[in-house]
């Protein structure tokens, strides 16, 4: 007997850009009590529910295969590397994301953003890039308490640079993965994670399922609940990036907003 069942699909996404709602909502899903019966069930021997491998591409690449859903932050995949399975991918305008992660790091939720002279190594999590300004007695998040918005959204950007060289590189050409972008999700998830649901071949319970847990988890209901969730809005780079910053983004960064339809 086979005792591995075939992944079901993978999703792509970047740090802020939705990552826990669809954590949430895939472990929903793939309720690891449920999932541990039929594995015994069957007389399976390795785990097979969902895991968000972060931004740990190399074990991403080695274990998907052992999960029935996997999901990837903040990397380039060539879809060629992988099974023809769905697969989808969210983007978010990247001047939000440099806002929305400032203000994350800020708060030093997470213990990477607190590491004092932080290396490449400590950032892979999150596949970073340490910015040139801050020293060996800081960390991520002293620093951005310490400096100006302006030095702190052009530390932002520096960290994200990563992010956004994967992201202009990436393709959602072939038939079997899907786009979406954050500013069409957000007030519109139900619609959106039916399309996605319908894309993964998910059957009709399964669905029902995740349209529950979509609602429950939605941005509207969960930001008072939940520190994570500081503003879902799109477009807070308006009212927050000083000029010098937007105008050195809109620059150096031109092909990517326009790669996405975002407006220079």
Request: proline share 4%; charged share 30%.
């Amino acid at each position: 007997m086979n005792n591995q069942l075939q992944p079901m699909g993978f999703h792509f996404s970047y740090h802020k850009c939705l990552t826990v709602y669809l954590q949430r909502v895939m472990r929903t899903l793939f309720d690891p009590k449920l999932l541990n019966k039929i594995r015994k069930q069957l007389g399976m021997e390795r785990k097979f529910g969902y895991k968000h491998f972060k931004a740990f591409k190399e074990e991403f690449l080695l274990e998907f295969h052992k999960y029935r859903f996997a999901s990837l932050n903040n990397h380039f995949m060539d879809l060629s590397d992988l099974p023809n399975i769905p697969k989808s991918h969210f983007v978010r305008d990247p001047r939000d994301l440099v806002v929305s992660g400032y203000f994350y790091h800020k708060r030093g939720s997470e213990s990477w953003v607190r590491i004092s002279g932080p290396d490449e190594k400590d950032f892979r999590i999150v596949n970073g890039v340490v910015p040139e300004a801050i020293s060996d007695e800081m960390s991520l998040h002293s620093y951005l308490n310490s400096c100006s918005l302006e030095d702190g959204l052009m530390a932002e950007i520096q960290f994200r640079s990563n992010h956004f060289k994967n992201m202009l590189a990436w393709s959602c050409d072939s038939n079997d993965c899907i786009e979406f972008r954050y500013e069409d999700i957000i007030g519109n998830e139900l619609e959106v994670f039916k399309k996605l649901f319908r894309h993964y071949g998910f059957g009709e319970n399964l669905t029902r399922r995740g349209i529950k847990a979509c609602e429950k988890y939605s941005a509207q209901r969960q930001q008072d609940k939940l520190k994570h969730i500081r503003d879902p809005k799109p477009s807070q780079y308006l009212d927050v990036m000083p000029k010098k910053v937007l105008d050195y983004f809109n620059y150096h960064y031109k092909d990517l907003l326009l790669k996405y339809d975002y407006d220079i």
